[in-house]
């Protein structure tokens, strides 16, 4: 480690004395070597190991943030598929059965709330011919037929949806929802082709209150010594920028199987503590396959992480993941991660303790309630080998996200989870006692389309997919040894912009 470095130095300080030893005796030499290795111990443990940790946790948090522009695309992807992005259902006054279309079945307002029920519950099928009736009377209702569309969009009738589109720009209809079939039609251009492009970038801001990950009570244990007031916390402002190109070819044969590459590369820049700088790239290539029983995704990974302009850390793995077919309310899914980690020792030379295969299994399942409401529930266990016992630990988990979705494409996601790591051996130069930590995240994100938020005016083709998100996070990390025990808020703001070729 490098901190014998220091210490070995202090020993060339203390040499001179060294004759002295045998006056105080044998017995408290030992104690005289603690007293001179102590402080240059706690100098050099203190230079290190917290910013290591902030490392990790700055990692952590960039994932967290290329996460949430991911989601958010997903999440826009969904709305649009749902008919709620840019497109306004209104709020439905009262649920309208069947039974109140057989009592006034030529009633088109009925019928037309009666479609929009449907809709929200995810009956499509049944909104589809509740919309037909309405068009047989009404063929003049702009509004229903754009509804009609959209239905038949999400239905996967894409040549019917066309069709309807196609009357819709020719029609005497306003604007907004002539840039909406637009949009559509684009959509199901792009469908039609066997390979697509998405292009995603996104820049934000964020404030961590304990960047430098410093532990809650000032103090850190170093050989089974508390050193108070030894570490401070430090908070900082960063800026994110983001960049992420897709691109997914279609084999061409009868089930959907594809092949897909994406690039990202997203960097975190800190307002005071440039040593936390991040760039981290990640490169996945891999194929869907769709059978009778699920969706197969495998791929392999490659990630690199440079701290402070510097190699930090990289990774090469793999990922497996089933998933129920969709059209159901259960999605189960099972998804194995494996990650080869290989740590530089450009920060610290003990770094390469680190080194080895981080492995982890999810099991969960998704939950649709309605088109505007989703549940994910998933638990986790797995495993991080390292060469060094006091690296190497077992973990467990739970986590949970609930998504809900507005009008206008507006979104809310709330997630939480909690991971307990038990370690295989303790750190004799921190204590005797095997670290056990426990971490809990509490996360918020709300997203909207930009051009909801301004004037209808104003011309909103460039601002299509522009989407601004706000998100709060809380990170606690309750630990059995007060070195690791930290809590981080995190707010966050994001706008981010897709386009798909």
């Known amino acids: 480690m490098s901190f014998l470095f220091l210490q070995y130095n202090m020993i060339m300080i203390i040499q001179p004395n060294i004759q002295n030893y045998k006056k105080w005796g044998l017995k408290k030499a030992p104690l005289f070597f603690l007293f001179a290795l102590l402080p240059s111990a706690l100098i050099t443990y203190i230079a ?17 943030a290329e996460s949430t522009i991911e989601t958010g695309r997903e999440e826009m992807d969904r709305i649009r598929a749902a008919i709620l992005e840019n497109f306004d259902l209104g709020t439905l006054e009262r649920e309208v059965t ?8 030529d009633n088109i307002e009925i019928n037309i709330l009666y479609a929009r029920t449907q809709i929200l519950k995810g009956r499509l099928d049944r909104a589809q011919a509740a919309i037909e009736r309405i068009l047989l009377q009404r063929p003049d209702l702009h509004y229903v037929r754009m509804l009609y569309g959209v239905v038949l969009y999400r239905l996967g009738n894409f040549v019917e949806a066309q069709g309807v589109f196609n009357k819709i720009l020719s029609s005497d ?10 949009k559509y039609m684009d959509d199901i251009e792009a469908k ?13 801001i964020h404030y961590d209150s304990n960047k430098n990950a410093a532990p809650e009570s000032g103090s850190v244990l170093l050989l089974d010594t508390i050193i108070p007031n030894s570490v401070t916390k430090k908070d900082d402002t960063g800026t994110l920028l983001s960049a992420t190109l897709e691109a997914r070819h279609d084999l061409g044969l009868q089930r959907a199987h594809e092949l897909y590459g994406k690039i990202n590369i997203t960097t975190d820049q800190q307002a005071a503590q440039d040593d936390l700088d991040l760039i981290v790239g990640r490169i996945d290539v891999g194929g869907l396959i769709i059978s009778d029983i699920g969706e197969f995704d495998v791929s392999v990974n490659h990630n690199r992480i440079n701290m402070s302009q510097n190699f930090y850390l990289m990774e090469n793995g793999i990922k497996l993941r089933w998933d129920a077919l969709g059209g159901k309310k259960y999605r189960p899914y099972v998804e194995q ?12 030379s ?15 399942t998704k939950i649709t309630f309605s088109p505007i409401s989703l549940l994910d529930i ?12 006091y690296n190497t630990f077992n973990k467990k988990g739970a986590g949970v996200a609930y998504t809900r979705l507005f009008d206008r494409g507006r979104f809310l996601i709330f997630q939480g989870s909690r991971q307990i790591n038990q370690y295989s051996d303790n750190d004799a130069f921190v204590s005797s006692i095997t670290r056990r930590d426990t971490k809990t995240s509490l996360r918020m994100t709300g997203g909207m389309a930009l051009a909801s938020i301004l004037p ?46």
């Open 48 to 64: 290190w190991a917290t910013p290591a940790n902030a490392a990790e946790q700055l990692a952590q948090a960039s994932s967290a």
């Open 98 to 105: 069947f039974e109140d279309v057989l009592a006034d079945p």
């Open 173 to 182: 209809i306003s604007v907004e929802n002539k840039l909406q079939a637009k």
């Open 192 to 204: 039609n082709k066997r390979t697509k492009f998405i292009f995603s970038t996104a820049m934000g």
């Open 337 to 348: 991660k494996a990650q080869n980690q290989i740590y530089a020792t450009t920060h610290n």
């Open 350 to 364: 003990s770094a390469s303790e680190k080194n080895g295969w981080n492995m982890e299994t999810r099991v969960g």
């Open 378 to 389: 998933y638990a986790m266990a797995g495993r991080k080998n390292a060469k060094e016992g």
């Open 456 to 501: 209808q005016d104003m011309p909103l083709q460039q601002l299509n997919d522009v989407q601004i998100t706000g998100t709060v996070e809380r990170s606690i990390s309750g630990s059995n040894i007060i070195n690791f025990d930290t809590i981080n808020d995190r707010v966050q703001i994001m706008l981010s912009k897709t386009i798909r070729f």
